[in-house]
Every structure is written in C-alpha cells, then in structure tokens.
C-alpha cells in the first residue's frame, strides 16, 4: 500500500540551527502539508502547497519556515533558525484531491536542545 | 472558522466494554469528516471517515456516522481490546480548503 514517508524519525539540533525535514508523499499526491503536534497536545496545521507554491498557511509559519519540492518527489520542511519551542512531532501528508483523505506520515520528532 | 470538540480523556475501559468518543464539529459548508488513530510511538492513521451527512464509516470493528443535525461524528465500538489503546483525534476537512482541523484527541487505555 502506498504511504508517506519521513526522515529523519527522530533529530536532535542545537537551538539557532537550522533543520531540514523530509517527506516523499505517495506518488500520484497533488496537495502536500505539514502539521506539528507539540507533546501531549493537538494536531495543529501549519501548510499547505498545492502546484509548487504555498496554498496557506497558518500563523505558526513565520519567516521561519520554509517549503520546498525540490525535485518532484521530495517535499521538505526548513526551520531557519531552530528555537526550543519548536520541539514537536512533525508530520507530513498528502491527497490527491483537495477535499479527500489526507495520508499521514510517522513523524519525525525534533528535539531543540 | 472550522473547529472541532472532543470528549476530554483519558478514557480508561475494562476489555470488552462499550466505546463512545464524542466528537462535534463547527463548519461551514459541507465537510468530510474522520476519525484518526494514533498508537503510542507511531504517526497518525486514518481509522475511518465520512464524507456526507447520513454516512457512516466504519473500519476495525469502530464505526461513526455523520450527522449533521447535531454536528457530530461520535466514535463507537460495541467490545474494545487492549490493542484498541491508542489516543483518538477526529478531524474534518472542508471541501474548499485542503487542510484539516483537528480536535484535541482522547487518549483510550483499555485494561484486561
């Protein structure tokens, strides 16, 4: 079966660095987003990126984040300049409609130390 | 703006038992509903999902219907198991807008 995938599972970064998450969403996937889930606590959307550009976003993404799909397969996640609360689990998804299911990748969990 | 409000957990049930997980939701216009799943270390997976009012999805022995009368999609299981114990999120997604809202989540430990 399909699915999305994530590396790293799991990063550890010194506060300041900068991170670069990766997902490969399924293969015949149009809409791509990325969400965060800070522990124990809800799910929160952070963007969406539909035909090489950012559809929206939510107010969690500030200048420092950033989306890419660099080669038509990759779709990646850059914080510029970690801080401490951005240690969360982030997860990528993707659909192949705007209004179907989204797949949901494992997660990669950074922790900014 | 969307939102979405689940019963408050934890959730604590004997093996067998009967499951309900409130879930309404406030939207406009017509949205796809779903019930993710999420066990301990893992992503989040779809469980099952409902795309008009008067659905039902159902998936693994859990089932929810759409209701739009009521604005609810409670999750329900007739006999859980211990494998069951996982944190549960439902979730909608509007028709024109491709990202989903999620609630809060429930986490369900059920003991033997």
């Known amino acids: 079966e399909p699915e999305v995938t994530q590396t790293p599972s799991h990063q550890v970064t010194q506060m300041g660095q900068e991170v670069i998450l990766r997902c490969v969403p399924i293969s015949n996937h149009l809409y791509f987003y990325w969400y965060r889930q800070i522990l124990g606590q809800k799910v929160e959307f952070l963007v969406s990126?539909?035909?090489?550009?950012?559809?929206?976003k939510s107010e969690i993404f500030d200048d420092q984040f950033s989306v890419e799909r660099p080669d038509g397969s990759n779709f990646t996640l850059k914080i510029r300049s970690t801080k401490l609360e951005d240690s969360a689990m982030y997860f990528c998804?993707?659909?192949?409609?705007?209004?179907?299911?989204?797949?949901f990748g494992q997660g990669t969990r950074l922790t900014v130390v | 703006g969307n939102s979405v409000t689940q019963m408050e957990g934890p959730v604590t049930l004997s093996e067998e038992a009967f499951l309900t997980i409130n879930c309404t939701y406030t939207a406009t216009g017509y949205p796809s509903l779903f019930w993710y799943v999420q066990y301990p270390g893992e992503g989040l997976q779809l469980l099952l999902k409902?795309?008009?009012?008067?659905d039902k999805g159902s998936n693994k022995g859990f089932e929810a219907t759409y209701r739009k009368e009521t604005t609810s999609f409670h999750l329900e299981k007739g006999s859980v198991q211990v494998s069951d114990s996982a944190v549960y999120f439902c979730?909608?997604?509007?028709?024109?807008?491709?990202?989903?809202?999620f609630g809060d989540g429930t986490t369900l430990t059920v003991k033997p």
């Open positions: 409902a795309t008009k009012a008067d």
């Open positions: 998804a993707s659909s192949d409609e705007m209004n179907t299911e989204a797949f």
């Open positions: 990126f539909y035909n090489n550009e950012i559809s929206e």
């Open positions: 979730a909608l997604r509007n028709t024109n807008a491709g990202k989903s809202t």
